[in-house]
């Protein structure tokens, strides 16, 4: 790519020359610099998947280096004590807990009474403690949490 862009630096400088020299020297040049130019072009291509991993390696280790000395800190949203309803309160609890501990105990409840699908464990088989929160006997595990949002307050 590095070399794509050379030849357009040319060109830009070569048309001002045209322009001021006659139309003959103007027709010379250009049969001159496309020679030169293919071989310009054939060397820095051999040399492009050298550059490429040189350049790679590098780019691998900067952000493994900044992600540590960055700490995330939670959202508050997510932090806040929701009160759950009476149906989902038979799975997690009746005390006002965070949406992430209310995920949490859902997803204990699911394992430990092995509710996930054997074939497709995205799909959650519902027990008839999860069918009065989703509605229907089997979810996704993308639809459950939106199902179980809908029964915080």
Excluded: C, H
Excluded at 49 to 75: F, H, I, L, M, S
Excluded at 94 to 118: G, S
């Amino acid at each position: 790519m590095a070399a794509a862009k050379k030849p357009a630096a040319k060109k830009p400088a070569a048309k001002p020359a045209a322009k001021k020299a006659a139309a003959k020297p103007a027709a010379k040049k250009p049969a001159a610099k496309k020679p030169a130019a293919k071989p310009a072009a054939k060397k820095p291509a051999a040399k492009k998947p050298a550059a490429k991993a040189a350049a790679k390696k590098p780019a691998a280790k900067k952000p493994a280096a900044k992600k540590p000395a960055v700490k995330r800190t939670p959202n508050a949203a997510f932090m806040k004590a929701m009160t759950p309803s009476a149906i989902l309160a038979a799975v997690v609890g009746a005390t006002p807990i965070p949406r992430t501990e209310v995920t949490k105990k859902v997803w204990d409840y699911i394992k430990k009474n092995k509710l996930q699908d054997a074939m497709n464990k995205r799909m959650i088989n519902a027990d008839e403690k999860l069918r009065a929160i989703f509605g229907k006997a089997q979810v996704s595990m993308f639809e459950m949490t939106k199902l179980i949002s809908n029964q915080l307050k």
